[in-house]
Every structure is written in C-alpha cells, then in structure tokens.
C-alpha cells in the first residue's frame, strides 16, 4: 500500500499525500545512515513529500537533511522539498537575534530561502511557505521576493502555514499560493468552520495538516474531551480493524478539500497507518460520531 499522489492545485505540483515531517528530527539522535535508511523506507511507502521548515531543530532540521542528502545524493530528486520562513528566535545558532519576532522582508525570504537550499543541499525547493501570518507583512514585499526567487529557479512554488483566510486572499491576489498549513486534528476543528477549508475548495487547493494528531494528545486522555474522542476511536477501529490512528487519520482525509497529512514520527509503523488511513474511506456516520465526540454534543 502506497500514499497516493494529488496536485495541489489544478494544473499544479504533486505531492504525496502524506507527508514526511521532519521538525522533530534532532530530537529523534539518528546517525547520518539512520537517516538515510529512514528516507528509504518513507520511499517504500510511496511519500515522496518532506516538510522542514528554517527554525526546525533550533534551526538545525534542515542541516541533517542535508547530511543523508550528501550520504546518498540517488535521494534528492526522489523527494519533494517544502521549507518554511519567517519565524525568528534568539539561538546559539543565530548569535545576531535578540528576541523573538516575525520576519517577512523580501530581503529575510530570499536570503532564508538561499540558506534553506546550502542546508539542505538542493539547487531548488519544490514549495516555500510563509510559516506564520506577520502583523507587519507587506504583500507587495512579500510577491517580489516569491518573484525572484523563482524567476531564480530557487523555488518553484509558494504558499501560506496558519493564514486565516483573509491573510491568505490578500496574498494570493499579489502572487498565486498553492497551499495553506494549518492545524487540524478531532481535537482542534477551527478550519472546517473558520472559512479556511471554504476557500481551498473555492480554489480547489489542498491544504496541508499539520499536528492531525494532536500532537499525541489524542490518545493520552487527559482531558474530557480527548476521553471521548478516544472512546469513539477505539470503537471504530475495532470495528473496522485498523488502529485508533488511522481512524483519527481517516477522519480527517474524509473531508473532501482532499487535504496532505503531515507525520510527526520516527516509527515507520507510523508512516504506514498514515498511509492505511489515506485509503480508508470513513462512512458518514462514522465521520459524524467522532465529530459528536470531539464537540460534545449532537449536530443541530
């Protein structure tokens, strides 16, 4: 069983469906050829599709990539490379930054984008986003930057994390996006009823999942609502005959913005309920049961 491919966008770059998250990489203490051997078997499945981002890793993430990248260059064109920028935090990694802020001047994406590409060893990114909406965000500024880095051939397309749907038009209307990442898991609703879905399937754009698991506390119960969630998980997936994570995975693959689901894991176990919930098809009744679970009460 393979993660099946879709365009982001019509006529638009493809991806895998689930995608390889790499921002706990340093915490995961891989060798160079654990690495390697890891973006192998991440192949096997057929994910083709890695997510870093500049800051990953206390601005680390990116520089280990690029390692097994250098181990095994066969692996570079096998993968589809997003990156992020715009985030920036005191670090010993960044000795000049004094505090924590947003940074989205032409002048920061080019030159985080360039760092991105010597990190990780690539002549190109397939997908840069903004990582985070910047109160100061300009967007004519921003639509230069994007224009040159791909007139460059440093990128090749370009979209949004956790953009509200109005940050996202005004952008989108100065240079075309191809996604928005944004959270979403049975714990946390907000874009299938803040707009944020309504306008990918307005544009017919794929979102990006990010946390679709909430950060693990799905499964850990320490709240009333994550005891009701896992409840109704555990029910269906003895049903079925699936684990409590492709259930949660499926839940969120039902919705049809046909969004990509963002791995958080090392285990490759994981990799591959990923892949399992991207074929299940969750019934409607199933679907609406975890949502009952989720808010805690009937639909209207």
């Not at 940050?167 to 874009?191: D, G, I, Y």
């Not at 679907?287 to 009937?298: E, K």
């Amino acid at each position: 069983m393979l993660s099946p491919r879709l365009s982001i966008v019509p006529q638009g770059p493809e991806f895998s469906q689930i995608v390889l998250g790499l921002w706990r990489l340093s915490s995961w203490q891989m060798s160079a050829q654990e690495r390697v051997s890891f973006l192998e078997q991440a192949l096997e499945l057929g994910i083709t599709t890695i997510d870093e981002a500049d800051i990953y890793g206390d601005y680390t993430s990116e520089a280990l990539l690029g390692e097994a990248f250098a181990l095994a260059p066969h692996l570079r064109q096998q993968f589809q490379i997003v990156s992020k920028c715009g985030i920036q935090f005191p670090s010993a990694q960044k000795p000049l930054q004094t505090s924590h802020i947003y940074e989205t001047s032409a002048a920061h994406i080019i030159g985080s984008a360039e760092n991105s590409l010597r990190n990780m060893q690539l002549d190109s990114l397939d997908l840069l986003l903004i990582h985070r909406p910047d109160p100061l965000m300009d967007a004519d500024e921003i639509a230069e930057a994007f224009t040159h880095l791909r007139s460059r051939g440093k990128v090749q397309h370009f979209g949004v994390s956790n953009f509200t749907p109005s940050q996202f038009s005004l952008l989108h209307s100065r240079f075309p996006l191809v996604t928005n990442q944004v959270e979403c898991s049975l714990l946390q609703m907000a874009p299938i009823y803040d707009g944020s879905f309504d306008q990918c399937q307005q544009l017919r754009i794929s979102p990006m999942i990010w946390s679709a698991l909430g950060g693990g506390a799905l499964f850990e119960g320490k709240t009333e609502q994550s005891r009701r969630v896992l409840l109704a998980l555990e029910k269906i997936a003895v049903e079925l005959e699936v684990s409590t994570s492709t259930i949660a995975l499926a839940w969120i693959f039902r919705h049809p913005v046909h969004p990509l689901v963002l791995t958080g894991s090392s285990r490759v176990q994981a990799l591959q309920e990923a892949v399992q919930a991207s074929h299940l098809q969750l019934s409607r009744e199933h679907w609406f049961d975890l949502w009952r679970a989720s808010t805690g009460v009937d639909i209207p």
